[in-house]
């Protein structure tokens, strides 16, 4: 008999409608049931590509004697942390100040208030390598909570205080200057890996906020060991594009399999702006192979994006991705031997037995010939293996920062069908994941949308629709951005120390309303927010878009020089508000469409990496963006405006004339 989450739409949630374990939903109904009956709560968090997860559901909520006392002594609520990052980051950070680490499955146990008073991650089923099992874990809860219930409460305002905390911090009075900005490259020169690229050691994931800011500072040899490193290693797919979470191991060999759709959208501008701004073929390839994984596998009917790929496939993690020589030399014949060495495949392996593909030579050795039609063909050979699970739900700011991948990408490389699916899917959001209210959702599966969207939701739309308008200067995307940011400052401003709370004014009341801060492994809400509000700010001259990202600028600055891996798109917008910034105004003649005029010029504006420069176009009579009001087109030309803070210099209309307004030569 199926439990509670059967009427779910998450994936994860649906995985375990059918354990035994008298699963709730998080919700009002079983916070009632623990007030009523005087229970603790047991809060297990997990997402759907979650290896461990897996695991753990397997060893222990499918057993029926656990099942049955979880269902004895607790209130059992599943959480996908992916729906619900709100919940999630609260009750993470209470199991990170408990036990020092964290990650998933994550398990808490709290009160009927819902205050946390004991946590960890996975807990084995039987004690084993120092941890205690499951079972002993829940008994110690039943105990402590049973006999040491006064000592519970005592502590219980001070763990709520602390989990408040991080919404109630102070603005910085610090002054905000380009010094703060050098200081955070240093620090991320110090952490860089000098061998195998990204920073620090074993687990690495993909810095791509960190590394779009180096590339804006023109940091370029931390930038270009990093995405050689990534691009040659098992992180990426080599026979199917796209890149996983991370890696376990320091050169990028080995990844934990799931593939996640932040992460390549992420991945794809960054292999986008690293080839803008050094050259490397090899940049654009990864970018194109990446998006077109996206496209391919990711995709659903109405244009939406799926959230991710499964690690495990047949029950092991990897089983899709890993090959044997033999197995290559069937598919490839006589063709395998330039192959199998190209991708380091060893009849040893270096994965169980079993080869992850990699680039043996580095990411900029000559392919051997043939080697496109030899992907094809192994493309094709593994696809006849059992898929990796499909977590199919679409999350509007994941699919946000695929609207922006794509539409940059389209417009930079001339690929229309790009520029369509990022419009494709900009209307299935604006339109499809919706409320009756008009409220943005945060999630949407089998033709229905629900929860409340969050602020990265909002953020990351806005710099999405900003995006998709450069790319295109269709007005739609820009006053769809517009009224996007409205909607963000007025439900998630913090009108008293700056920033923005994660989630609306109108969001459930969970025990502390937060702030989400740093910027690793996807950006956070507030600092998305911060850099979508300056873009605006220059499109439009509105003062008051500023403002309201300085109050982030404020906020987190200190934090952002001292540890600058974890702010990398915090420091992208402190870049844009302390660097000098130009607006492009690009006008065409009066009749007829203006794309094709003006793209001469808006491939210059495109042609390399400008994190800098804000651009918008149109016909002359064109008054939204604000840049564009009183430009005219010159004796029936297109026409370039360069200007600064919204003061132009006079109009060019050859695209020599613009590249040399651009680049400083004037």
């Not at 946390?116 to 004690?127: L, N, R």
């Not at 740093?518 to 499109?539: F, K, M, T, V, Y």
């Not at 803070?645 to 613009?658: G, H, Q």
Request: aromatic share 10%; hydrophobic share 40%; charged share 25%.
């Amino acid at each position: 008999m199926a439990n509670r989450l059967a009427e779910e739409t998450s994936p994860y949630l649906l995985q375990h409608r059918d354990n035994p374990v008298d699963w709730y939903p998080w919700g009002p109904e079983a916070l009632e049931r623990a007030r009523e009956e005087d229970r603790p709560i047991l809060l297990s968090v997990g997402y759907s590509a979650c290896h461990w997860c897996h695991v753990m559901e397997r060893e222990s909520f499918e057993d029926p004697d656990t099942a049955a006392y979880m269902n004895e002594h607790f209130v059992n609520v599943k959480v996908d942390r992916e729906e619900r990052p709100d919940v999630d980051a609260l009750y993470m950070e209470a199991v990170q100040a408990m036990s020092g680490h964290g990650g998933w499955p994550m398990t808490v146990f709290l009160d009927p208030e819902g205050v946390p008073f004991y946590g960890g991650t996975y807990f084995p089923p039987e004690q084993r390598q120092g941890m205690p099992s499951f079972g002993m874990v829940m008994e110690a809860v039943v105990e402590a909570f049973r006999n040491r219930r006064e000592e519970i409460r005592e502590r219980s305002p001070q763990t709520r205080a602390q989990l408040a905390a991080i919404g109630e911090v102070e603005p910085s009075t610090q002054a905000l200057d380009s010094g703060g900005l050098e200081q955070a490259v240093e620090g991320l020169r110090a952490g860089a890996d000098t061998d195998n690229g990204g920073f620090g050691g074993a687990p690495k994931f993909p810095p791509a906020s960190a590394l779009e800011f180096l590339l804006a500072r023109g940091e370029t040899e931390i930038c270009e060991r990093t995405l050689d490193a990534m691009a040659a290693g098992g992180i990426y797919d080599q026979v199917g594009g796209g890149f996983a979470r991370y890696a376990v191991d320091r050169a990028w060999l080995v990844p934990h399999f799931e593939k996640m759709l932040y992460d390549n959208a992420l991945l794809a501008r960054a292999y986008l702006h690293g080839w803008q701004a050094l050259g490397h073929e090899r940049y654009r390839r990864v970018c194109v192979e990446t998006l077109d994984w996206a496209l391919r596998e990711m995709r659903g009917p109405e244009g939406g994006f799926y959230s991710a790929l499964d690690a495990d496939s047949e029950g092991e993690e990897g089983r899709f991705y890993v090959w044997e020589p033999d197995e290559v030399r069937a598919v490839l014949g006589g063709d395998a031997d330039a192959v199998i060495a190209h991708y380091g495949i060893t009849e040893r392996g270096n994965f169980e037995g079993r080869n992850i593909l990699h680039l043996a030579s580095g990411a900029a050795a000559p392919a051997p010939e043939g080697l496109a039609r030899a992907r094809e063909a192994l493309y094709e050979a593994r696809s006849q293996r059992v898929w990796p699970g499909l977590d199919d739900k679409r999350l509007a700011s994941w699919n946000a920062l695929m609207i922006a991948a794509l539409a940059e990408a389209g417009a930079v490389l001339g690929r229309d069908d790009y520029l369509d699916a990022s419009r494709r899917c900009a209307t299935f959001v604006l339109e499809q994941m919706r409320d009756a209210d008009d409220r943005l959702l945060r999630t949407y599966k089998d033709g229905r949308a629900r929860l409340n969207a969050y602020l990265e939701d909002h953020a990351f739309l806005l710099e999405a629709l900003l995006a998709l308008y450069e790319a295109t200067f269709e007005q739609r995307w820009f006053d769809a951005a517009e009224r996007t940011a409205e909607t963000m400052i007025a439900r998630f401003a913090d009108p008293e120390r700056g920033g923005f709370y994660s989630t609306s004014e109108d969001h459930e009341q969970l025990i502390a309303r937060r702030k989400d801060l740093g910027d690793h492994p996807i950006p956070s809400g507030n600092s998305s927010a911060a850099l979508g509000l300056l873009r605006l700010a220059a499109l439009t001259g509105e003062h008051s878009y500023e403002q309201r990202a300085l109050g982030v600028l404020q906020l987190l600055y200190p934090a952002a020089i001292r540890h600058p891996d974890g702010f990398g798109h915090l420091l992208q917008a402190l870049d844009f508000h302390l660097e000098p910034t130009r607006e492009v105004a690009l006008v065409a003649p009066a009749n007829g469409d203006p794309t094709g005029p003006l793209a001469e010029l808006a491939a210059v504006v495109r042609e390399t990496y400008r994190p800098r420069v804000v651009a918008a176009g149109g016909a002359e009579g064109s008054e939204r963006p604000p840049l564009m009001a009183g430009r005219a087109a010159v004796e029936g030309r297109p026409a370039a405006y360069v200007c600064e803070n919204f003061s132009c210099r006079m109009p060019v209309t050859d695209p020599e004339a613009l590249r040399g307004e651009l680049d400083g030569e004037h």
